[in-house]
């Protein structure tokens, strides 16, 4: 009975994108794992997100997890058996003025210097073909063509539902209370007994710091809860996703003609609680934003609003790698609002180091030293 | 009363706000302002009586007769009211709530009028946003011609409308034979009222009649129930509906007994009963149950409707169906209850104050069990058994599409549902398909509606244009943000 299984090669702990995807392909490499979700998989931050699939404009230390994620995510009907409702209409950075232009040549300039290859400076010309509603004023930007988005909640449960066909033991509903040291495995306890494995993946989102510091290892994690709008439907007036470089927006329109409405203002996060508290002052901020870009947006009704709760490192950047301190203990943490895109990626990155020992996709800088030890 | 022409007007904040301004809000505001407080009555109409007292100051509908005698009394309350100190701000929607950090223990509350929006905050909210008509989907209820009876109600109230052409009025519950008799009355052209209340209903509620007997409900509903009867074709017994036209209504097929019917006919208006407007109550955190009994949610409230959110209130229908003159009574007790919070008087004073009009609301409610349990809509008017039958219908989603999800995808509730088929997703926040949403995943996984819970809904409660969002008066907030 997988059911009821209390032990394994791999306990992951948290049920987002992440957790959800290394237990699928620790699965496909034939280790046994139990996946201990405290509420279901995808209900935070994994199923509430925007669901940017972006390589674009991320900090390069991201970049080699993020390129190997999108080569999944393009054919990801074959891993999971549901397209995830996966689209590719490219990304765009739009530049507001000349300063803004200038820094994203410097930006390209850079990663071709470094071998990247997926980011394009466009000019005004070709930024108003690719998002004609976009005003008039903004002088280019930069795309990145095989970006594009998903449905969060959607591609977090093919995820977990793929894994547990390949006889992963999903737990949902049971939250992990303690973890430690127990000969040569590790004990999770939960509110559902306790489980054994000798290896295990903290991949707990905002409530990872406890499981860190259950292993010795505390980590300045914050807590945040970036909000959202979405319109009712407008006509359709653009494909792609659109972020910006100066201020913060991120903008799509899907297919039934309604625009989601991000950028990252945070509403306060209750993590206890399981709730969040918008900041409609924040968002009028957002709001103020498409105001100025596009024009076309000022009439559109904003039917609901809401934010996930997502844990933020200090530096931007998740925690991912081996435990500093552990054999058989690895983290997969604290993605900062840009993590869904990494999922798919990161899950086949840390099921090889499991399964091996290592990966051939850099993670430098990603490590959990950078917090717990002292230069 | 003083009355807000546009929201400058505003004060930056109230001792107590009310949303809502049916028999509830009005009688809350009245009695609180009464008692010293300083109130805001907000609500979205033009003028105030909420749903069942609609227009009761401006209704073009002269003859007393047509209305009848229950809806007249509207006018002693919006009376009462006006005599009273509150601020009312109609044609003003409140779009959001929640706590003013700033201020623990109060409230930020999110207001639009005439397209401006703004911001104030509140030590105390009543919610009086009252009841919603249950959703009754059907195949082909999103044809044009078909409509609920509370929209001919409006129509009727508001400009003395009446639907033109042939009219069936198809379901159960109490208003339905008010309403049959109010068209009838004002002229319109019934060809049918069909009678969906389940026959083996009587049963159950045969033990709730000896307090029916006794009630206000009693006689009122018998004299509706004959008039309708007497003047009006009328099929009891019917277990299925269909609305048929290419483009717009033509016919409604109905069965009775196992027989087919089929009526020709310009409009058809559905209805089912009401429930617990929970949109609001849910978005502002309050814990609701399912009531067996009303077969809906209903907001957790103690004996002065308090929710569980310290300082939000539940007054009227949207706490639980009583119907109009039990919802002037909440609304006073709810008044009792949010100034003894504020310490404008002490729980002695408030429980001898409130005395009297608890015992008024017992006879008043006496007799609600025998009509829950009487007019429970059958199953399959509940959870549509035709795949096809449309659920959601902002986003057109299809029974068939919820069970299949609800089944293949091990979809367990209507918040997942929403990510996966976006149900829920529109502009009316689940409304008009939480309630079947949530009888189809408890049908296809077996398990009851509590189980399966309900969608958690965020602000906006109502739409708010990104024109008022962007104009928002801004404060000195620090802004912090993330690259997403």
């Known amino acids: 009975m997988t059911r009821d299984r209390r032990n394994a090669d791999v306990i992951v702990i948290g049920g987002g994108i992440h957790g959800c995807s290394t237990a699928l392909h620790c699965a496909m490499r034939g280790l046994s794992v139990i996946l201990i979700e405290k509420d279901h998989a995808g209900r935070h931050a994994s199923g509430v997100n925007a669901g940017g699939v972006r390589q674009l404009a991320r900090h390069v230390a991201e970049i080699p997890l993020s390129n190997a994620s999108m080569a999944l995510w393009h054919d990801i009907a074959e891993l999971v058996d549901d397209d995830c409702g996966f689209t590719s209409d490219g990304q765009v950075l739009v530049a507001e003025d000349e300063a803004d232009l200038e820094g994203c040549r410097a930006r390209v300039a850079d990663l071709t210097l470094r071998g990247f290859h997926h980011e394009e400076m466009i000019d005004a010309r070709e930024l108003r073909a690719i998002v004609p509603a976009v005003s008039e004023t903004c002088p280019g930007g930069v795309i990145s063509r095989r970006d594009g988005a998903a449905i969060p909640l959607r591609a977090t449960q093919a995820f977990k539902r793929k894994a547990e066909s390949l006889g992963a033991t999903i737990r949902e509903g049971v939250r992990v209370t303690k973890v430690e040291k127990d000969g040569s495995n590790w004990r999770v306890t939960t509110d559902a007994g306790a489980f054994l494995a000798p290896r295990i993946v903290n991949a707990a989102g905002a409530w990872a710091d406890r499981i860190a510091s259950d292993l010795g290892e505390p980590v300045p994690l914050e807590v945040i809860a970036p909000m959202l709008m979405i319109t009712a439907p407008l006509p359709a007036f653009i494909k792609p996703v659109v972020i910006l470089r100066g201020r913060k927006l991120s903008f799509k329109q899907f297919d039934n003609g309604t625009v989601l409405i991000g950028g990252g203002h945070l509403g306060t996060p209750l993590r206890d609680e399981n709730v969040t508290l918008l900041d409609w002052r924040k968002l009028a901020i957002s709001a103020g934003t498409v105001w100025d870009l596009f024009p076309i947006m000022r009439g559109a009704p904003v039917v609901r609003a809401w934010a996930g709760i997502e844990a933020r490192m200090p530096d931007d950047l998740p925690v991912f790698g081996k435990s500093a301190r552990h054999e058989g203990a690895y983290h997969q943490f604290g993605f900062s609002a840009h993590g869904f895109q990494l999922g798919p990626g990161a899950g086949a990155v840390m099921a090889e180091i499991i399964a091996t020992g290592r990966s051939n996709v850099p993670i430098d800088g990603l490590d959990i030293a950078r917090f717990t030890t002292t230069h | ?484």
């Not at chain 2, 022409?5 to 809000?25: K, M």
């Not at chain 2, 105030?48 to 609609?54: A, E, H, L, S, T």
């Not at chain 2, 209340?197 to 000896?210: D, E, M, R, V, Y």
């Not at chain 2, 965020?458 to 244009?465: A, L, Q, S, Y």
Request: glycine share 12%; hydrophobic share 40%.
């Open chain 2, 1 to 484: 009363m003083t009355p807000i022409a546009s929201i400058e007007q505003l004060a930056e904040s109230y001792d107590l706000v009310i949303v809502g301004a049916g028999p509830a809000g009005l009688s809350a505001a009245a009695r609180a302002a009464e008692l010293g407080l300083s109130v805001l009555l907000a609500d979205e109409n033009p003028a105030p009586g909420g749903q069942i007292y609609r227009a009761v100051t401006t209704t073009p509908v002269r003859n007393r007769a047509i209305l009848g005698d229950d809806y007249w009394r509207g006018a002693d309350i919006v009376g009462r009211f006006e005599r009273s100190q509150a601020t009312y701000a109609p044609r003003c929607t409140v779009w959001s709530i929640g706590p003013d950090e700033t201020a623990p223990g109060t409230f930020e509350l999110g207001l639009s009028l005439d397209g401006k929006a703004r911001i104030i905050s509140a030590r105390q909210v009543i919610l009086a946003t009252g009841a919603q008509e249950r959703p009754f989907p059907i195949p082909g209820w999103t044809l044009p011609g078909v409509m609920t009876a509370g929209a001919a109600q409006i129509a009727l109230k508001s400009a003395g409308a009446i639907p033109s052409g042939r009219t069936v009025i198809a379901g159960c519950g109490p208003l339905l034979y008010l309403l049959a008799g109010q068209l009838a009355a004002a002229g319109c052209q019934i060809a049918a009222v069909l009678d969906t209340t389940q026959k083996g209903n009587w049963s159950k509620a045969l033990g709730a009649i000896p307090d029916f007997l006794r009630s206000p409900y009693f006689a009122k509903g018998l004299k509706l129930m004959l008039a309708a009867r007497r003047k009006l074709r009328f099929v009891a017994g019917v277990t299925s509906l269909t609305a048929t036209g290419g483009g717009k209504l033509a016919t409604v097929q109905f069965e009775q007994n196992g027989r087919t019917g089929t009526i020709a006919c310009d409009t058809l208006l559905l209805h089912q009963g009401v429930i617990p407007s929970v949109n609001f109550s849910n978005a502002a955190g309050c814990a609701h149950d399912f009531d067996a009994e009303q077969h809906a949610w209903v907001p957790r409230v103690d004996a002065w409707f308090a929710s569980t959110v310290p300082g939000i209130a539940i007054a009227g229908d949207g706490a639980g169906i009583g119907g109009a003159e039990s919802a002037a009574l909440r609304g006073e007790i709810a008044a009792f209850g949010a100034a003894s919070r504020l310490g404008k008087l002490n729980e002695a004073e408030r429980d001898r104050q409130a005395g009297p009009v608890r015992a008024e609301l017992e006879k008043k409610l006496r007799g609600r069990r025998f009509l829950d349990l009487l007019y429970k809509p059958a199953p399959q008017f509940l959870a549509p058994p035709k795949d096809e039958t449309i659920v959601c219908r902002c986003e057109e989603v299809t029974a068939g599409q919820i069970r299949d999800a609800a089944k293949r995808l091990g979809v367990t509730g209507p918040n997942q549902m929403k990510a996966f088929l976006r149900c829920g997703m529109g502009p009316c926040q689940g409304r008009l398909c939480g309630p079947t949403v949530v009888e189809l995943i408890a049908e296809t996984r077996g398990a009851t509606p509590a189980e399966t819970g309900y969608y958690r809904l965020r602000p906006p409660i109502k739409p708010v244009t990104l024109a008022e969002l962007a104009a928002l008066p801004q404060t000195e907030a620090s802004v912090t943000a993330v690259v997403r």
